[in-house]
């Protein structure tokens, strides 16, 4: 299997910054085609944050341009999200996501993290 481990999450106020690592492992992973962040809220369904494919081509929601910024390192299998000038309205449960090259099929598999609480107070 392949298991995503987040970390980076917690409280912070308005205005301030949090940067949030994903860390990718398994024995099955061939190769990872994008990894990326989604959030949610509660009664809300997930949405793309931002996405980043192994060759740094990223992709930004609307609400998170100029201020979020995410990056890969491609030997750890690890991505980033660095979050500056957090508003209250980015406070939700943040996933990482791989798009993942399996040895054991063909294809893209989807797998995701367990998800981190990032929680921006006024």
């Known amino acids: 299997q392949v298991q995503l481990v987040e970390s980076g999450g917690g409280l912070v106020q308005a205005g301030g910054s949090l940067r949030l690592s994903c860390a990718a492992s398994g024995s099955i992973i061939r190769s990872i085609n994008a990894m990326g962040w989604y959030r949610q809220v509660p009664g809300k369904q997930r949405e793309l944050v931002a996405r980043i494919l192994s060759g740094g081509s990223t992709n930004y929601v609307d609400s998170v341009k100029g201020r979020f910024t995410i990056s890969r390192d491609n030997a750890k299998n690890t991505v980033y999200l660095q979050m500056s000038s957090l508003k209250p309205e980015d406070t939700a449960v943040y996933y990482c996501?791989?798009?993942?090259?399996?040895?054991?099929?063909?294809?893209?598999?989807?797998?995701w993290g367990q998800g981190t609480q990032v929680t921006v107070s006024s």
């Open positions: 996501n791989a798009e993942v090259v399996v040895t054991t099929s063909i294809g893209l598999v989807f797998f």
